[in-house]
């Protein structure tokens, strides 16, 4: 089975920067998605973007050149480097894998439902 464990999380002024990593073990399918998501206390988990194993990817409109999704030379680590960040930022941040074929109703893959795999979560506070 696929494990994921977040790192990096942590407390940061508004305007700093942080770079979240998400390391994978278990042997994952291609192709497949990786997934970042943040969720704030008593609100639902919203997408922040996602990486197709081919290397392709797609932002929230919230975070759009500020937030970048990269991975590792083995692809066995993906990252999210945050800048410029906000006190909105706040939350508890989870990756996610899922393998093709995803799910017919699953357009961008910003959407939780659309990841069978998550991490524990990490968090990240911005004052």
């Known amino acids: 089975d696929v494990q994921l464990v977040e790192s990096g999380g942590g407390s940061v002024q508004a305007g700093g920067s942080l770079r979240l990593s998400c390391t994978a073990s278990g042997g994952r399918i291609r192709p497949y998605f990786m997934g970042w998501f943040r969720q704030a206390p008593e609100k639902e988990r919203e997408g922040v973007g996602r990486?197709?194993?081919?290397?392709?990817?797609r932002y929230a409109d919230s975070v759009t050149g500020r937030f970048t999704i990269s991975t590792d030379s083995d692809k066995s680590t993906t990252y999210l480097q945050m800048t410029t960040l906000k006190p909105d930022d706040s939350g508890i941040y989870y990756c996610?894998?899922?393998?093709?074929?995803?799910?017919?109703?699953?357009?961008?893959?910003?959407?939780?439902?659309?990841?069978?795999?998550w991490g524990q979560g990490t968090q990240v506070t911005v004052s």
């Open positions: 996610a894998y899922m393998p093709a074929p995803t799910p017919i109703t699953c357009t961008n893959m910003l959407e939780a439902s659309c990841y069978n795999t």
């Open positions: 990486i197709h194993s081919a290397g392709s990817t």
